[in-house]
């Protein structure tokens, strides 16, 4: 399968509330959540539900797991969606060393060795393995080389604060871009593939200055 991370993100990178002010993302005293909803034109909605339609399975961090599983997995209105509907259907996988007993069908919880586990997931059939929000594991992901492909939708905001998905330690990576659109309210939708590392040009010395 295809590893794909999809992100919402602000101009300044920040991917923490995007959906809504819950108590999960209002940890360390983040106020702005919220800041996708109503963000996207017809257009963008139909290409994110579209998006999880088209996956083979899923992989989520603990946290966006919990916020999913609580949400899409048991509102009945937002199972119905089309989103839900694939989301509920297919086989969904969550990185974590402390949940044991998942309540939502259909989950696997991977612990101990994930990057073997998802090496082996990666290797059989399927499409897509599309990982959605789960910011701790996208920057986990990448720092073991496991992502095929980046989707960023970009929010033509600033917030300032909040937890963003690139560290400010973190590796480098060479990205190249393989689509690039923006829709009616701003919003661009953004697709990368990493290429491994960037390749830095000292500086000129002084006498070719």
């Known amino acids: 399968m295809k590893l794909i991370t999809h992100t919402q993100i602000t101009v300044d990178g920040v991917m923490q509330g995007n959906g809504g002010a819950t108590h999960e993302e209002e940890r360390n005293g983040f ?3 919220g800041w996708a909803m109503g963000a996207f034109d017809n257009e963008t909605m139909a290409f994110i539900t579209k998006t999880y339609q088209n996956a083979g399975a899923f992989l989520f961090g603990r946290k966006t797991y919990e916020l999913f599983a609580g949400s899409w997995g048991k509102v009945a209105d937002m199972q119905a969606h ?3 509907l694939a989301l509920n259907s297919k086989p969904k996988y969550v990185a974590s060393d402390t949940l044991t007993d998942p309540k939502w069908d259909g989950t696997t919880v991977l612990s101990g060795n994930l990057e073997s586990a998802i090496r082996k997931l990666k290797a059989q059939p399927g499409g897509e393995l599309q ?3 789960s910011g701790a594991l996208v920057r986990w992901l990448l720092a073991h080389d496991l992502v095929d492909e980046m ?5 033509p905001v600033v917030l300032g ?3 963003r998905l690139f560290p400010d330690s973190g590796p480098d990576i060479t990205l ?3 689509s690039s659109k923006a829709d009616s309210q701003g919003v661009t939708i953004q697709v990368y593939c990493p290429k491994g590392r960037p390749e830095y040009h000292p ?4 006498h070719l200055k």
């Open 151 to 155: 989707t960023l939708l970009t929010v």
């Open 161 to 163: 604060q909040g937890t």
């Open 31 to 33: 106020h702005r959540g």
């Open 82 to 84: 089309p989103i839900g």
């Open 131 to 133: 990982v959605h929000g």
């Open 203 to 206: 500086s000129l010395p002084e």
């Open 176 to 178: 190249d871009l393989i």
